[in-house]
């Protein structure tokens, strides 16, 4: 029989194949959301499977007629997907006000993808303050009245309860990395990212009960720890082939800040009192992405911190290429991250075009320069 880490990584193939069994076991409906930080749990609550969209390596074929080829690729390639039909199990979409590309989307997905309904969750792009949080409680209020048109009725102890197995993924989740940051040998980079990833793809209490399964072997494991530690930065990572080549080099990610790993269970969310204010809570105090602006809490002293946390002695960018808020963010980053002392690299990327031999060179040269 296959062993729980197995069983996710089987996965990795075919990463919609949980969901479309889910839906065809429960009769319920399969919501797609693009981003981190949309309301998981009242999806969860309203009976629905939320399963995150990151777009995959692939050519486009019909995207192309909605979007410029200026866009990034995980909004060209997700689009593709549903417009040749490789989401028809969605029953809605949610879509976040990130960036100016996913709110563009959004519009576009709406009057092209076809799926019955379309929710738009407008989080403030200031992200700090009173004013900030009565609005961001105020918009979720909003969506949840709007599943609860599409989906059906559901009361705020089904959100309590989301809230709990939530809140127990992100718990097993934290303690994968800090297992890891510990000794990144126990389990490959392109592992553990995979393991966060396939977190928002399939039903959350059997993901949970696959993690519990995974910890247990892994809690006293010892692996290889000689590897050269290194922070990632970043919006989704899926380039798995990357991440195996990296670890072949000599170097891993022993943490990161990619919205498909770290920040996506960054944070908790409190079990007590009204759960929409909890909501709120997690989304105002956690690290926030490029996309928000948090002039307060400035995001490159947090990775700074992360980085110095897990040990690492450099920092890889992971950008996707025509990616304006990443891009903006890149230089106070990495100012600070040299400041720090820190060996930097930058890599651009598109799904579906990245060379694995040409990031090689680069990947060797940063390594490298760090062995001195
Ligand atoms: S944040 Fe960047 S990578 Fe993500 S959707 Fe927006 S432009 Fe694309």
């Not at 200026?70 to 006000?97: I, K, N, Q, W």
């Not at 759960?275 to 002039?295: I, N, V, W, Y």
């Not at 980053?333 to 060179?361: P, Y």
Request: aromatic share 8%.
């Amino acid at each position: 029989m296959a062993s729980a880490l197995e069983t996710l990584m089987e996965l990795r193939d075919d990463p919609y194949s949980r969901a479309r069994a889910w839906k065809e076991r429960t009769g319920g409906s399969v919501v797609g959301f693009f981003c981190c930080y949309a309301p998981e749990e009242l999806l969860h609550a309203a009976g629905a499977l939320p399963v995150r969209v990151t777009g995959e390596n692939r050519t486009v074929s019909k995207a192309g007629a909605h979007l410029q080829s200026y866009c990034c690729s995980l909004a060209r390639t997700a689009l593709d997907m549903a417009l040749t039909g490789d989401l028809d199990f969605l029953d809605g979409t949610v879509f976040v006000h990130t960036c100016d590309t996913m709110q563009r989307l959004s519009d576009i997905w709406r009057l092209n993808a076809g799926y019955p309904f379309h929710v738009d969750f407008a989080l403030p792009v200031r992200f700090e303050g009173k004013l900030a949080a009565e609005y961001t409680r105020a918009e979720l209020g909003l969506v949840r009245s709007k599943l609860a048109h599409a989906l059906g009725q559901f009361d705020d102890d089904a959100i309590r309860e989301s809230i709990r197995v939530y809140n127990r993924n992100r718990a097993l989740l934290t303690e994968l990395y800090d297992l890891r940051r510990a000794d990144p040998g126990i389990m490959p980079c392109d592992q553990a990212v995979w393991v966060v990833a396939s977190a928002a793809l399939m039903d959350k209490a059997e993901h949970n009960e696959i993690l519990e399964e995974i910890l247990s072997d892994l809690r006293g494991a010892s692996g290889r720890s000689d590897r050269i530690r290194l922070f990632g930065v970043g919006s989704v990572m899926d380039q798995w082939e990357f991440l195996g080549m990296l670890e072949d080099l000599g170097g891993t990610f022993a943490d990161d800040d990619f919205c498909t790993g770290h920040r996506y269970f960054e944070g908790d969310v409190s079990e007590e009192g009204d759960p929409l204010d909890a909501l709120t809570g997690r989304l105002m105090e956690r690290g926030q992405c490029a996309c928000k602006h948090t002039p307060d809490r400035e995001r490159s002293a947090r990775i700074v911190q992360r980085a110095r946390a897990c040990g690492a002695r450099g920092a890889i960018f992971f950008q996707f290429k025509f990616c304006e808020p990443h891009g903006f963010d890149y230089p106070a980053i990495k100012k600070a991250l040299d400041e720090a002392g820190f060996a930097t690299l930058e890599l651009e990327m598109e799904q579906g075009s990245v060379s694995i031999e040409q990031l090689r060179t680069r990947v060797e040269a940063l390594l490298e320069t760090i062995r001195g």
